[in-house]
């Protein structure tokens, strides 16, 4: 069982705005501004698409947007195309000695 | 553009010891903290524990005991034991880079090896 929660899957449309939650602790995702998000195409390595809950490293499309309420960090997309249909990871700084910890995966489906 | 490049052997009976390298390319290897991450299948990302040109390590409390995470600077190359292997232990192994912005390490992985496929079995 994966330390922080996600969706297992959600879905939209092309030209749509998804959502996808990641809920921790108040000692990961809610006592720190650590949140990153990777996206994960079958078979390929992941890409990190947001770090320090909000921020977007260079080439990341703007699209991409992340945020976060107490314990639950959000990644949402905007205009989905189908090149997004991947499965999207969050993770977060951790208080533990883990250091970071991972959400389960979310696979996301464009219809 | 760095790249990381990362090999090793992909079947291994149980008790005995995984080891894979990561070499980096077009880049860097000083003022980063190198990682090793796995994926088992069909489930979600475990970071396993990192290191830096200076050999400062950091590991997950769940393997500590079993890890070990070392760095040939000569080479600029970074390595990961990991012993005892069991059928749990079989998953897709990645190596990362952890995102650094003017000298400071940040929580996120900005550069990924291709991945290795590792599979314990009997």
């Known amino acids: 069982q994966s330390a922080l929660t996600q969706p297992a899957s959600v879905s939209g449309s092309p030209g749509q705005s998804i959502t996808i939650s990641c809920t921790g602790t108040?000692?990961?995702?809610?006592?720190?501004?650590?949140v990153s998000w990777y996206q994960q195409h079958p078979g390929k390595a992941p890409k990190l698409m947001i770090y320090?809950?909000?921020n977007r490293p260079s080439g990341v499309s703007n699209r991409f947007s992340g945020s976060k309420s107490g314990n639950t960090a959000s990644l949402t997309i905007s205009g989905l195309q189908a090149e997004d249909e991947a499965d999207y990871h969050c993770s977060s700084y951790t208080s533990s000695s883990t250091l970071e910890v991972f959400g389960g995966g979310t696979k996301l489906t464009v219809l | 553009q760095v790249q990381l490049q990362q090999w090793g052997a992909g079947l291994l009976k149980p008790s005995e010891t995984l080891s894979l390298t990561c070499a980096v390319y077009?880049?860097?290897?000083?003022?980063?903290?190198w990682s090793w991450i796995r994926q088992p299948p069909g489930k979600g990302l475990e970071w396993i524990g990192e290191i830096n040109q200076r050999r400062s390590s950091n590991y997950n409390p769940s393997l500590k005991s079993r890890v070990t995470i070392s760095v040939d600077t000569s080479k600029n190359q970074f390595s990961l034991k990991l012993s005892s292997v069991t059928a749990a232990d079989t998953a897709v192994y990645y190596c990362?880079?952890?995102?650094?912005?003017?000298?400071?390490?940040?929580?996120?992985?900005?550069?990924w090896g291709q991945g290795t496929t590792v599979t314990v079995f009997s």
């Open positions: 108040s000692s990961d995702v809610g006592g720190y501004n650590y």
């Open positions: 990362a880079r952890r995102l650094t912005i003017f000298g400071v390490a940040k929580y996120g992985m900005d550069v």
């Open positions: 077009g880049g860097s290897f000083s003022g980063y903290y």
């Open positions: 320090d809950v909000s």
